[in-house]
């Protein structure tokens, strides 16, 4: 042992893994633990199950390993003021218990967002989990088979034990109210999902922390979070560095390839998947091509920004779709007074149909007064990309509103 000390560095990592690999080899040859010690040593050695004890060695291992901060995120555009604005809402320091929710549109980075956080602060927490991609796991009155399912996804995720027994809801809090824990429950998009899987604070211990990712800011508001993270679209700047971080592996424009960049960002409506996306189709291209495809992208999006965004339209009433297509089509940024009186003989609830696509991050309402909100005054805005999908879906009806004569005319 001495010899790998002096090879590895007493004080390193390497140290450490070394040591329990003898350690393991060691006790593996020698030494005959009872069932009445399973933690002897800080891990459970029972001679008649090996394969439990390997594996609960390269688990701590491996725990250990990741204590190094991944580099899978750096460089991206904006990260940093993305994580400064969000630990300033977890308050790390504080033993409460908080819930942090993080908000905005299909493609925003939300998830990217939430997953360098992740890495950048799970090794304080004893106990973590990364939930991904929950979206459609569970819908309102779903059966109680299912609910006891997503329990059982977190509680072995974060406890790593495999094949956990759940026989009831409650115990997500019978085994975490006293650990302290990170959760990260992305893309969530019924409030089931969060009444399943975090229903209470109570349900974990001191300083745990809950993040949840959404599109839709009324399923954070339903469930009392009011730490609230909104993830807007990057400046013009930001949105040239993306494209060109992923079309020509710079962060800048290369010579004569500015209009076109900048078109295509336009065209993209900001969005970084869309800016992401289109940029690695457009890698290693020439200018000719670029040309060439500018019309495609006008008129089309790919299929995977397509697919993503059309999952928050397909969620919306029949009178909400309907109001969203107005908005994308034929009345984008225009004002909300205007809109409404415009369209107030529709039998469309105008108002709180603003509100229900802004909230699901449809639609952007334009902001003034330092930032506050004033719906009477703001104009309503959709990205191109939301723009180009309303457009598409505009083409399968044999309505389309007119714009001099609106209470003569319907769609959907």
């Known amino acids: 042992m ?3 000390a002096t090879i590895a560095g007493e004080h390193s990592l390497n140290w450490y893994v070394s040591m329990n690999l003898v350690l393991f080899i060691f006790l593996k040859q020698f030494v005959f633990v009872n069932l009445d010690q399973p933690d002897l040593f800080g891990f459970a050695f029972v001679r008649d199950n090996e394969a439990k004890m390997i594996q609960k060695i390269a688990t701590d291992v491996s725990d250990k390993l990741n204590l190094t901060p991944s580099r899978d995120f750096e460089g991206m555009v904006g990260m940093e003021a993305h994580l400064k604005r969000l630990n300033s809402l977890l308050c790390l ?4 218990v908080k819930m942090i929710g993080i908000w905005g549109p ?4 939300k998830t ?3 997953r360098t956080l992740f890495n950048k602060i799970s090794s ?3 106990f973590k989990c990364f939930m991904e991609n929950l979206k459609g796991s569970i819908k309102g009155g779903a059966e109680h088979y299912s609910k006891l399912s997503l329990q059982k996804q977190l509680l072995s995720e974060i406890l790593k034990q495999e094949n956990m027994k759940i026989h009831h809801l409650g115990t997500i809090k019978q085994w975490l109210h006293d650990q302290k824990v990170l959760i990260i429950l992305d893309d969530v998009d019924d409030l089931e999902q969060l009444e399943v899987l975090a229903e209470d604070p109570s349900w974990f211990g001191s300083g745990s922390r809950i993040i949840v990712t959404t599109e839709d800011k009324n399923i954070l508001k339903a469930h009392r979070i009011q730490d609230i993270y909104h993830v807007d679209f990057p400046s013009e700047e930001e949105a040239l560095e993306i494209l060109c971080l992923s079309a020509f592996k710079q962060s800048s424009i290369p010579d004569g390839f500015e209009e076109l960049a900048n078109k295509v960002a336009e065209l993209c409506g900001n969005l970084p998947l869309g800016l992401c ?7 290693r291209k020439s200018k000719n091509e670029w040309e060439r495809l500018l019309s495609r992208i006008e008129s089309s999006l790919d299929k995977n920004i397509d697919n993503i965004l059309r999952i928050g339209y397909d969620r919306l009433s029949t009178e909400d779709q309907s109001l969203f297509l107005h908005i ?8 909300v007074d205007y ?3 415009l369209l107030a003989d529709r039998k469309l609830d105008v108002v709180n149909g603003f509100n229900i696509l802004a909230d699901r991050s449809l639609v952007r309402i334009s902001t003034y007064d330092d930032g506050i909100s004033v719906l009477s005054d703001s104009n309503l805005d959709v990205g191109n990309s939301f723009k180009t999908l309303a457009d598409k879906f505009l083409m399968h009806t044999s309505l389309r509103p007119n714009r001099d004569a609106p209470s003569t005319t319907t769609i959907g």
């Open 2 to 4: 001495a010899h790998v």
């Open 93 to 96: 320091e504080s033993d409460e």
């Open 106 to 109: 299909a493609g925003i980075g």
């Open 112 to 114: 990217t967002i939430a």
């Open 124 to 126: 304080i927490f004893p």
């Open 277 to 283: 996306v289109v940029g690695a189709s457009l890698r």
């Open 328 to 335: 994308a089509c034929f009345f984008n940024n225009e004002k």
């Open 339 to 341: 809109l409404t009186a």
